[in-house]
């Protein structure tokens, strides 16, 4: 969504040349919206696309490579070609490279001024992962990728004029690695005109989760709700609705969904807006990734009171009990989810100060301003011209 939003403003000021990769057709959809704005749009499927052995493959391969899977699964000859002829054939003043997956291409744009988007910090992000695990084999493997991932952090870095973290929190991580490079926060936001409060039609009841659970860290926020939080909650209120959104829905979700009448997987959705606008508390129990959570800012857009951890609430700079809530043990997150089931008056004001936390920081919009001013800065007054290279 970042990616989205932050181009769409993009291309109302630049002259912008888009280069991404699919890792499914249902992401080729959107080509003929990019198209619209952008001078050209290059998409490039990665080979799993078509042959899904192929990741696995992959993944054992890149055991003996320097570079971790996140770097070799994107490196294309046919990206390399199409980049150096949008080089030959325009001028070109940024190139804008979204996420350290594709910064290995960074080589082949010379001197012209170059920006690397951090939408996590990938070493911190893979690091909580392996601490959440319980395979003893795919946490050793988690671990060897967390080193690759830190060292690649601290050897690209100082190669881009300038990097872009999404909060304090990941930017002080980064810079702890990365010596000698020169960062600059600019948030992830929210589309507010898009999510924003509604007047339910009904009584607002129970919780409700956005967010796919194919996302190894969204799997383990829903599966540890389920099992260490979903128990204390239930014995107070066990006709409480629990309604869960998102693609891939885990397996302990199915089989509770199964066996409980008020505890619901929906599946992937086109508009997650009406499930979060009929519910009381909005949940983000998260204990992995990093990175600012859009699925809590949307929530807070629409007005919904939430509840996270201290995890899900890095880089959102929101007042703890004032503009949401933080709980980082079961019986607590519990609680406080209890507390805004039986007090809807509180669930609403908290909603209101959120609503204007998000206006006021995390507009889209202003984001995008706080972008095209690094593009002027490095750009040093040329005519703004950019590639946009991003991973879709």
Known sequence: MRTFHVLKHLAERNRVFFLAFAKSQRELA???????????????????ADQPWRIYLSTLWNLGQRDPFI?????????????????DRNQIDVVHFDLPHLASYAEHVGGIPKILVHHNVESLRMLRRAGTES????????????????????????????CVAVSDVDRDELQRQSHGSTFAVVPNGVDTDYFRPQRAKQELQGIVWTGGMGSPYNADAVDYFLTAIAPVILQEKPDLPMVFVGERPTKLLLKHAASHSNIFATGYVDDVRPYVERAAVFIAPLRSGSGTKLKILNAMAQGKAVVTTTIGAEGIEAVPDKDFIIADEPADFARRVLQFVRDPAAAAAMGRNSRCLVERLYDWRVIANDMCGLYDEIAAGKVRNSIYAGNN
């Open 71 to 87: 770097v070799t699964r994107y490196k294309s000859a046919a990206a390399r070609q199409r980049i150096r002829a949008l080089l």
């Open 30 to 48: 959107h080509r003929d919206q990019l198209e619209k704005w952008c001078v050209s749009v290059d998409v490039i499927r990665l080979a799993e």
């Open 135 to 162: 395979n003893r084999l795919k946490k050793l493997y988690f671990h060897h990728q967390y080193r690759k991932l830190a060292a690649l952090e601290s050897r690209i870095c100082p190669k881009f004029d300038r």
